[in-house]
């Protein structure tokens, strides 16, 4: 199995900045890419930002220009910096992977548990 471990996420206010870290870890053969998608209430999980091995990076329209997301080098480490956050950012954050794990051929999506970010004053 491959586990992730999100970290960072809270209440911020409006236009403030909050940074989100993933450590994937377990049985790696080997990542594809790492992302972040988010889910708001009543609303589908939707794709925030993804990154491959490389630094092929792709961005939600929504996010281009306040968030970046960075890492997968050496290490199975991605962060995702959230700048001018906005109410509408206000979301459950999950990390994603995209990896093989050893013995097996295929990759599969691995996800996080998630971590909530609240964008309020």
């Known amino acids: 199995q491959v586990q992730l471990v999100e970290s960072g996420g809270g209440l911020v206010q409006p236009g403030g900045s909050a940074r989100l870290s993933c450590a994937a870890s377990?049985?790696?053969?080997?990542?594809?890419?790492m992302g972040w998608f988010r889910q708001a209430p009543g609303k589908q999980r939707e794709l925030v930002a993804m990154?491959?091995?490389?630094?092929?990076?792709n961005y939600a329209d929504f996010v281009k220009g306040r968030f970046t997301i960075s890492g997968l080098n050496a290490d199975n480490l991605v962060s995702l910096q959230m700048d001018s956050l906005k109410p509408e950012d206000t979301a459950v954050y999950y990390c994603?992977?995209?990896?093989?794990?050893?013995?097996?051929?295929?990759?599969?999506?691995?996800w996080g548990q998630g971590t909530q970010v609240t964008v309020s004053s």
């Open positions: 990154i491959a091995r490389g630094g092929y990076t």
């Open positions: 994603n992977a995209f990896a093989v794990e050893r013995g097996r051929t295929w990759p599969r999506d691995y």
């Open positions: 377990g049985n790696i053969f080997r990542i594809n890419t």
